[in-house]
């Protein structure tokens, strides 16, 4: 009955806080460069405008995968809240994204197929990162299963400051912030002009937006995860590393992929896995 | 046992037919035929021992035992010629070597041991007889269709399809013969013809490359049966054991280290890294050859083995250094799989790499991995073979099997490019069957050695990467592009369309296959059973309705739905594929992958591959020693 609750909670509330924190995302970036900037709600009115507008394609299969891009990503998202596998949820989350560059690479139109390869990349890059979290996750709870693992007495950042640190850096290119939008960026004046989503109008374009909402609210799920014992700290620190998040893409340049990966799997060996290999020594 | 008989014999039988078979025609019909009773013979073997765990068969016939040691020494008196004649010396030497040992142990040792039992069979054998059994025979019957097509493409090549045909039967009985095999003077024997047949497919177009190619093959896995002799040679002195069961049962101090030299045969087999050039090199074989030898059923020979000693490798350092040289081949074959733009490759360093997953779990050698490993074997040859099969027939339709040119291919041929596609998403996404077993294989390392995880976590990104790539190519639609109109033959389109389905069937029965088939042989071994949790697994199958149900929607036609140009930076030209340049002129657009060959390129990685796990290797057999 709960693990209900929590799933319908989610996909009602999911992209409304989703909506709200990209409004919040918009609002702290404008005071952060000086602007007046646009109010909290406008992501909003951005989605319903897009969904009012005609949907032009390049091809008819193009949205299938949007669709089932969206699905995907709810569905995720409800394993997570619902308490289910940590490593299930990261698998689910795969599956979703493949989906996504799938979109971009059946348009056959060379900005989507270049934004499709950099999203692949930057999938490359994170990946080894989040299998390492679950991993050091599972080390110290004993257990995959994220109702398990929220039940934990103790703050897991303790054991895991390392895979935390590792996760958080990996977590910028997740929520597709400079320095590495690599593959689309929220604006649309870059040299491969949106990557992804340049194939893409109307409702299509609307689908993959709410899909980010909720994304980024499991997301930010997977930072609460550290500090789950006291729930007071851990939305505290959760809304601190969206801070941080929106301060680090404000302050950087995009970097080239290269640096992109190479500094991922840099990470992810340095933190995450000598983490790993310290829990495992000692414990 | 009749029935085991039946399995091992049948196929010589078949074989001596094509080989006596008076015109195509005629040997077709055998082949199809035969591979009708192969199937159903495998499954009522399916049928008839899914209920029993083991049972164990003592063959009392001196007879064979002479013939099969008359054919050994016909076989190593082959290859010492062959060497010979072709300046292979190495070969002839090695080959020499062991004919030596082997005779060592025939007239002076055996007759200390006692033999109870020569056959056997238990769930692994089952599971390892209904791969060979079944996918062996979907590939026979996929032959018949290719092998004409071929020939028809390659008319320099010399149609010896006869011999072909010979080889790929005896090559199945030999797979049977292995895998019901006790004694291990029969395993050895067995193993010795999986390596002459591929050598001999694998020089079938007999140009030059491919001679080498298959030179490079038996010198590896001569080298193989060689540390193999050596290890029967040990266990017949040193402990009087020569039988499987004893040996998996018998004390560590004494059987460690003939197991590793098995083991190290076993890596020569499943070629892994310092000996994984032979099977890059095997794919000059015709098609049906890499789907049957190089990836579905011989090179799992390699890893059945380790998994079989997989007990005794537990908590050991040579175990621990078995593991880290799968480990090794799985990262390191996977991110070379990056920067290949040839399909044929890409399977076959993928091949490498997942053998590397299996080998990491049989060095572990903990219930768990065990029931990893057998099912990354299950898995992995479903849909291997299918990938094999389509790239195969993909090769002979666009005349090219460079990754690039299937640019489009879902509307060029869709149903073809959908088999495809069914083929690559088995391979890698949630909530196909490889990622499920891969899923287990990480368990299973973090239970006993976190460490290990980084092999997986880089190398399933890798993975990741170039198996994506290569279906956004498929599903590419280039627009105005025509549906090609293309003739596949019945006898390919059967068995690319069986194991599509299979592909799929396997995920959906993943749990009566873990209970029925993987976990019994677990708790035989291990007295511990390894499975999923039931909430998972339902998830898993959630997911698989969705991935089922979802491109339905591509059905239901939309009309409010406006096609429109790709944008071209508003300088389409008169058609969508091409576009105005700088200087006003219409230029052709064309779409490449990123192969990021600086990076991931086959030299510089290859040479770091081998340099590491060939110390791994030469660690792993010091260390059996000092234990």
């Known amino acids: 009955m709960r693990i209900a609750i929590s799933v319908i909670l989610f996909i009602i509330l999911g992209p409304l806080i989703g909506g709200l924190l990209s409004g919040l995302d918009r609002v702290i970036t404008a005071k952060m460069q000086g602007r007046v900037g646009p109010p909290l709600l406008q992501p909003f009115y951005d989605v319903s405008k897009l969904l009012k507008k005609e949907t032009l394609l390049v091809n008819k299969t193009q949205d299938f995968y949007v669709f089932a891009f969206l699905v995907l990503i709810i569905f995720t998202g409800c394993l997570f809240f619902a308490g289910e596998d940590l490593l299930l949820v990261v698998f689910a989350l795969t599956l979703a994204s493949v989906l996504l560059v799938l979109a971009a690479f059946s348009t056959s139109s060379p900005y989507s197929h270049m934004g499709a390869e950099r999203e692949l990349i930057q999938m490359m890059s994170y990946e080894p990162m989040v299998i390492i979290m679950t991993v050091g996750v599972y080390m110290v709870t004993k257990n995959f299963y994220i109702s398990k693992i929220v039940a934990f007495d103790k703050p897991l950042i303790m054991y895991l400051p390392g895979v935390f640190l590792g996760f958080l850096y990996v977590l910028t290119i997740k929520f597709r912030k400079s320095p590495f939008d690599l593959s689309m960026s929220h604006h649309a004046h870059q040299e491969i002009v949106r990557g992804i989503t340049t194939e893409f109008t109307g409702k299509k374009l609307a689908m993959i937006e709410i899909a980010h909402w909720y994304e980024n609210v499991f997301l930010l799920g997977f930072i609460y995860l550290f500090f789950a014992n006291n729930p007071v700290i851990g939305i505290i620190a959760t809304l601190a590393a969206f801070f941080l998040e929106i301060f680090i893409d404000n302050s950087s340049a995009r970097v080239k992929w290269e640096f992109a990966m190479v500094s991922s799997w840099v990470v992810a060996i340095s933190l995450g896995m000598v983490n790993i290999a310290v829990l495992y020594f000692i414990g | ?627």
């Open chain 2, 1 to 627: 046992m009749v029935l085991l008989f039946f399995l091992v014999l049948f196929p010589i039988g078949v074989a001596l037919l094509t080989a006596l078979a008076p015109n195509h025609q005629i040997r077709n019909w055998i082949v199809k035929v035969s591979a009708g009773i192969i199937s159903a013979a495998t499954c009522i073997l399916t049928f008839l021992f899914l209920k029993l765990d083991l049972n164990y068969y003592e063959i009392n016939f001196e007879a064979i035992n002479r013939v099969m040691l008359c054919l050994e020494l016909l076989i190593g008196v082959y290859v010492i010629y062959l060497g010979i004649k072709d300046k292979k010396y190495l070969i002839s030497l090695l080959m020499a070597a062991q004919a030596i040992v082997l005779c060592w142990i025939e007239f002076k040792l055996i007759g200390s041991v006692e033999i109870k039992h020569n056959m056997f069979i238990d769930k692994f054998s089952l599971i390892m007889a209904i791969l060979v059994g079944i996918i062996g025979s979907f590939i026979c019957l996929y032959s018949v269709g290719y092998m004409h097509d071929y020939h028809k493409h390659h008319k320099e090549i010399k149609d010896q399809r006869r011999k072909f045909f010979f080889i790929l039967f005896i090559f199945l009985s030999a797979m049977f013969g292995m895998i019901f095999s006790n004694n291990l003077m029969w395993l050895y024997f067995f193993w010795e013809i999986t390596t002459l047949c591929s050598f001999l497919l694998i020089g079938y177009t007999g140009t030059e490359e491919s001679r080498n190619n298959a030179y490079k093959a038996l010198m590896f896995n001569v080298l193989g049966g060689l540390a193999f002799a050596v290890a029967l040679a040990l266990l017949a002195s040193k402990a009087g054991i020569l039988e499987l069961n004893k040996l998996i049962s018998g004390e560590k101090v004494s059987v460690l280290i003939p197991a590793v030299l098995i083991c190290f045969a076993g890596l020569t087999k499943s070629a892994q890294m310092p000996f994984s050039s032979w099977l890059l090199g095997a794919m000059v074989a015709p098609t049906p050859t890499s789907a049957l030898l190089h990836s579905s059923t011989m090179v799992k020979a390699g890893v059945y083995v380790i998994i079989r000693l997989a007990p005794i490798l537990n908590d050991t350092a040579a175990g621990f250094l078995v593991a880290l040289v799968g480990g090794f081949t799985f990262l390191i074959a996977s991110l070379i799989a990056i920067a290949q733009t040839d399909a044929k490759k890409v399977l076959a360093y993928s091949t490498i790499a997942n053998l590397g997953l299996i080998v990491t779990c049989g060095g572990i050698g903990t219930y768990e991995s065990v029931w990893a490993a057998v099912l990354l074997i299950i898995f992995h040859a479903v849909a291997k073979s299918l990938l094999f099969l389509c790239v195969g027939t993909v090769e002979h339709e666009l005349g090219s099997r460079n990754i690039e040119v299937m640019h489009g291919m879902i509307k060029k041929m869709p149903i073809l490019a959908i088999m495809l596609i069914v083929g690559i998403a088995g391979m890698f996404l949630a909530p196909f069957g490889m990622l499920i077993s891969k899923w287990a294989a990480l368990k299973a390392i973090v239970d006993t050695n976190p460490i290990l995880v980084i092999f997986i976590a880089f190398g399933s990104a890798a993975t990741l990467f170039f198996w994506t790539k290569w279906m956004g190519k498929i599903i590419a639609i280039p627009q105005k592009e025509e549906r090609m109109e293309i003739i596949v033959k019945k006898t390919e389109i059967l068995p690319m369309a069986a194991l599509s389905v299979a592909t799929i069937m396997v995920c959906l029965m993943f749990p009566f296959i873990s209970s029925k088939l993987v976990n019994p042989y677990v708790i035989e071994v291990f007295n511990h059973g390894a499975s999923m949790d039931t909430g998972n697994v339902i998830i898993m199958l959630i997911m698989m309705g969705l991935i089922l149900l979802l491109p339905i929607r591509l059905l239901v036609s939309r009309k409010e739905l406006k096609e429109v140009s790709i944008y071209l930076g508003g300088a389409n030209a008169d058609e969508p594929k091409r576009f105005y340049g700088s200087m006003g002129t219409v230029q052709k657009l064309y779409i490449e992958n990123y192969y990021m060959d600086r990076y991931f390129g086959e030299g510089r990685l290859f040479k770091i591959g081998l340099t590491i796990c060939s110390a791994a290797t030469l660690l792993m057999l010091v260390m059996a020693f000092i234990y």
